[in-house]
């Protein structure tokens, strides 16, 4: 596990870079939050993001993150951004404070009806494939209006934006793209659904500064912060 003050040095760099992409396009530091992902690290170090004033992080697994809630002892909001199967879903509703990862209308009813179940209105976020990239889970962004038109009408769910993962190239713009697409179906479903949907989860250690500049409110950082998993 990376020692305290590591963690502290790389929150800080990130913190600065946020901070340069914000202003290089005109936005306020404010408007974007980190997201420290913590999945395969120990337990240890969601108690450091406490430390370092941190209120939420993201894990990928139900179970994994389920483990973990039990030794971490500290409030802490805890979101998952990884992709859910149906049948965690019941242990994903009592694990998580956000699901991230919501990408069809099977698994959005289902979580709606287990929520209203355990007495839980669940924040979520739509994963949309911006990058249309084969190897990527998330629903189409030619289906995006649909779904969340469905999301707004279950009494158990809370609506608050979407989500992507870019596409891994080597080509930067690759990924700036995806981002821009995200940003753009989110522009077209709240005008189409006179809805708001101000959450925009995107970017990740390699590429939150292009993220950012084309509207990212929040960046899922794991590597950059923790080190290699
Ligand atoms: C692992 C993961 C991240 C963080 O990736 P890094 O490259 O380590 O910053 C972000 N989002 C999702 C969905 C992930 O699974």
Redesign the pocket.
Known sequence: MISYDKFINNLKDIQVEIEKACIQCGRSPGEVRLLP?T?NHPAGVIEYCYRAKIDAI?E?KVQEANEKKTLVKEPMHWEL??HLQSNKVKQAVQTFDRIQTIDSEKLLMRVDRISGEEGKVMPILIEVNAGNDPAKHGIGVVETEALVKKALECKHLKIEGLMT?APLSDDSSVARKAFATLRETRNMVERALNCKLPTLSMG???DFEDAIKEGSTIV?????LFGE?
């Open positions: 992902v999945k993201g990928n951004i990884g993962i990740m250690s390699d899922r950082v794991g590597t950059a998993r």
